[in-house]
């Protein structure tokens, strides 16, 4: 399958400072990426899906202005956090894809572990 | 909305044995996608299993197998032969056709192959 690399894999920031966690497709193009959170033990929940090229959509619930999300290029996204808190520290996952009907696999990054002290 | 709903939290299985992990849905749509993630320790999501609803036929993968009912919504995975490295969180998935591709998680069932 195509590889999704997310970089950092793990960081620790203190409250009040942002975070910029990147998300690369490095051997294939991707129209669209997806940002998740992950609590310990929980499933992934969707945080927002980002388009190259256009806004990103958040879903219901996520603070838009808190997490910053730029698709810049087909093979680069990234999720900056923005004034962390404890309260953001968790699992951040990323996945890349060119979904359709044809393509229906989502590949994601390895994840970011973002401890806020 | 769609909803996906796993009901076992936590399963053990003795290693070379076989077991299911459930999966229930709800949707209105006809034409969508299921898929069985697997996030082993190492937190990486891999892609275990698909299946196209128009599909009637059950895909399977090696050791891996789902018994997909359509009318009851429900999208088991069967793993035989388990083995130590199957021990993983096992995510259940759905991704319809109309509107936004994106995929819808479930709650997740932690797996244990025991030696």
């Known amino acids: 399958g195509a590889v999704v690399s997310q970089h950092p894999s793990w960081v620790i920031c203190k409250s009040g400072t942002s975070v910029k966690i990147e998300c690369r497709s490095l051997d294939f193009q991707a129209t669209t990426m997806f940002w998740y959170r992950q609590f310990p033990k929980q499933s992934l929940m969707l945080m927002a899906t980002s388009n190259e090229g256009s806004k990103a959509t958040y879903e219901q619930g996520v603070e838009k202005d808190k997490f910053l999300i730029n698709h810049a290029s087909l093979t680069l996204s990234t999720l900056t956090v923005t004034s962390a808190h404890p309260e953001d520290s968790s699992f951040y996952i990323c996945?890349?894809?060119?979904?359709?009907?044809?393509?229906?696999?989502?590949?994601f990054g390895q994840g970011t572990r973002l401890t806020v002290v | 909305a769609q909803t996906v709903t796993q009901s076992q939290p936590e399963m053990s299985v003795q290693e070379a044995e076989t077991v299911t992990l459930s999966c229930t849905y709800d949707?209105?749509?006809?034409?969508?996608?299921l898929f069985w993630y697997k996030q082993p320790p190492s937190r990486q999501m891999i892609l275990v299993i698909r299946q196209e609803a128009y599909k009637q036929q059950n895909a399977t993968e090696n050791r891996f197998s789902v018994n997909f009912q359509k009318a009851a919504k429900s999208f088991s995975l069967k793993i035989s032969d388990s083995q130590l490295g199957d021990t993983a969180m096992y995510f259940c998935a759905f991704m319809g056709t109309s509107g936004t591709y994106k995929y819808i998680f479930g709650t997740g069932t932690r797996l244990k192959v025991l030696a």
């Open positions: 949707t209105s749509e006809n034409n969508y996608y």
């Open positions: 996945s890349a894809s060119n979904l359709d009907r044809a393509n229906t696999e989502a590949f």
